[in-house]
């Protein structure tokens, strides 16, 4: 009987030295795992923000001399001015935006939808016609007191 206790013991040892070695490996792996992902998250991490940086590279919050010709401090500011101006127009007539050449489709009024202010002379809008989208490349001048000029130098329509 004390035979069989001490094959039990020395089994039952065998055993945990077992899991105890399968485990700190188990462990050791996940850590490098860990380790790997985190290099790879930051290599991501900077990966976007180069994108980023280079995306917006053409953006009035990014160019100080744009930002100093027109006087402005705050570009987001200036920048939503800017976008409420033209959205504004979307109502002036009945086919929508006087900006947008192009004719509405299926009676639905020329909207303009997104405004991205590029610099102090050029903003790029995205518009819908009805169902057809495109966009327009705006020239605008900003008049003190009074609504901002806009001319269209360019537009494109989707198919």
Do not use: C
């Amino acid at each position: 009987m004390k035979q069989t206790f001490l094959y039990l013991f020395i089994f039952s040892l065998l055993i945990n030295i077992f899991l105890y070695v399968d485990s700190t490996k188990i462990l050791n792996k996940y850590e490098v795992d860990i380790k790997d992902a985190k290099a790879n998250l930051k290599i991501a991490r900077d990966s976007i923000q180069t994108l980023n940086a280079t995306a917006n590279y053409f953006a009035l919050e990014n160019d100080l001399d744009a930002r100093n010709e027109l006087g402005i401090e705050d570009a987001a500011k200036f920048s939503i001015q800017l976008r409420d101006e033209l959205v504004a127009k979307n109502d002036e007539t009945a086919k929508g935006n006087p900006l947008i050449a192009y004719a509405p489709v299926d009676g639905d009024k020329s909207i303009i939808t997104k405004v991205k202010v590029l610099n102090n002379r050029w903003v790029i809008a995205e518009f819908y016609a009805g169902r057809s989208r495109g966009a327009v490349l705006i020239k605008y001048f900003i008049n003190e007191g009074k609504p901002s000029d806009f001319e269209v130098i360019n537009s494109i329509l989707y198919s």
